[in-house]
């Protein structure tokens, strides 16, 4: 350390500092060199450095905004999906059940016009209608036992398919259930 002595002049005010020998010899002080360079080596790495981690912090956050991205369109892929299978779902039934309730319609206007209990089985003068023979067997059958008052099952019966005032055709044959 420095040792401090003050001037033997009379103003107590001014002070002189011993320096070492070395210090003295060389004639700066390595310190502001020191200083200077260090200064100078940071003002020329600052902005690879400054590039560098903005460049690694922005690679970051746009991964994670692409991460945070596919999951949205994976959560909302997956919402459409499922509301797409239930409208599908939803149609097929409403499909099935209209078509369901087509065919009662179509079964429910089908109308035993006569019956005939002559030959060897009996025959049924039907109108049909837009429904077939065999859609429309338990209706024809159920109304040919009201028409003739006994049971049919496991009867055959011969169907004639009635067409107004025009002959009618034959409908083929049906077995009562």
Not at 1 to 13: F, H, K, L, N
Not at 37 to 52: D, M, N, T
Not at 139 to 147: D, S
């Amino acid at each position: 350390m420095d040792r401090v002595e003050p001037r033997q002049d009379p103003d107590w005010r001014s002070f002189t500092f011993r320096r070492p020998m070395a210090a003295r010899e060389t004639g700066g002080d390595p310190r502001f060199a020191i200083g200077v360079s260090v200064f100078i080596a940071v003002a020329l790495v600052f902005p690879w450095y400054s590039y560098w981690v903005i460049n690694y912090l922005m690679t970051r956050e746009v991964a994670a905004f692409a991460q945070q991205m596919q999951v949205e369109t994976d959560m909302a892929s997956a919402e459409s999906s499922a509301q797409v299978a239930r409208s599908q779902a939803a149609a097929a039934a409403s499909a099935q059940n209209s078509a369901a309730r087509l065919q009662r319609r179509r079964i429910s206007a089908v109308r035993v016009m006569g019956v005939s209990t002559g030959g060897m089985s009996p025959m049924v003068l039907v109108n049909l209608g837009t429904s077939s023979a065999m859609e429309a067997d338990e209706e024809i059958c159920r109304q040919a036992e009201r028409w003739l008052h006994r049971d049919l099952s496991g009867i055959v019966i011969r169907v004639q398919r009635s067409r107004g005032n025009a002959p009618s055709i034959d409908g083929g044959e049906l077995v009562c259930p």
